[in-house]
């Protein structure tokens, strides 16, 4: 008895399962809220999520936003880094957040 025509049969039922099971990856956007990369925030608080920017990122976020002398970052238990920071003259309390948002925060 062959196997050959099982093989056959095989190998043909595995082509044709469709691919559409595969991941997509994720996408930056409007529909995306996961990382904000624009230069506006999408948030006027600091949003609560586990924060994989660096020290070093999040001071450089910070700077990017107008601030100076950005000193003391920690990262709080919400995942946001909060610090201070000078901007237009006056030392305020400044945070990032996970997903790039930076905020005054009082």
Request: hydrophobic letters at 40%.
């Given at each position: 008895m062959s196997r050959?025509?099982?093989l056959a049969a095989?190998?043909?039922l595995l082509g044709s399962v469709p691919v559409s099971a595969q991941s997509q990856p994720?996408?930056?956007g409007p529909g995306n809220n996961a990382i904000?990369?624009?230069d506006h925030n999408n948030s006027n608080a600091p949003v609560a999520g586990r924060n994989s920017f660096t020290e070093g990122q999040a001071k450089s976020k910070i700077e990017a936003a107008g601030y100076s002398n950005?000193?003391?970052l920690q990262k709080d238990n919400d995942g946001v880094w909060r610090g201070k920071?000078?901007?237009a003259g006056t030392k305020?309390?400044?945070s990032?957040?996970?997903?790039?948002?930076?905020?005054?925060t009082k």
């Open positions: 050959l025509p099982i095989t190998l043909l994720a996408q930056s904000n990369s624009s950005v000193s003391v920071a000078d901007k305020t309390d400044v990032v957040d996970f997903q790039g948002n930076v905020n005054p």
